[in-house]
């Protein structure tokens, strides 16, 4: 497991994610034409607040830093967009 200051956290379809993550390495995706890049939280349990709120999803880790790797959106929220594309890892418990 990488360092905490290395890892931020992402929601996804726990079924998608689940069954792509068996199958190999998968990416979340950063800032790109016309795309902001992905969601991203500083910690667990702020994505575990949004991911109450949608049946079937779940919290993931992604191997990014935050303020570095990614970046506050124009006005409010407490996510960040990816700016690079990042591993994905499934988080124990």
């Known amino acids: 497991m990488p360092e905490s200051g290395d890892l931020v956290y992402c929601i996804g379809h726990k ?17 790109g034409d ?12 702020e994505a575990q607040g949004v991911a109450d709120d949608w049946p079937g999803y779940a919290v993931y880790g992604v191997r990014a830093r935050w303020g570095v790797d990614t970046v506050a959106p124009e006005g409010i929220g407490d996510h960040h967009h990816l700016l690079i ?4 890892v499934a988080l124990e418990g």
């Open 15 to 31: 079924e998608s994610y689940d069954l792509g993550l068996s199958q190999g390495p998968m990416k979340k995706r950063g800032r």
């Open 34 to 45: 016309r795309y902001s890049g992905g969601y991203v939280w500083r910690t667990r349990e």
């Open 85 to 88: 594309d990042a591993e994905i």
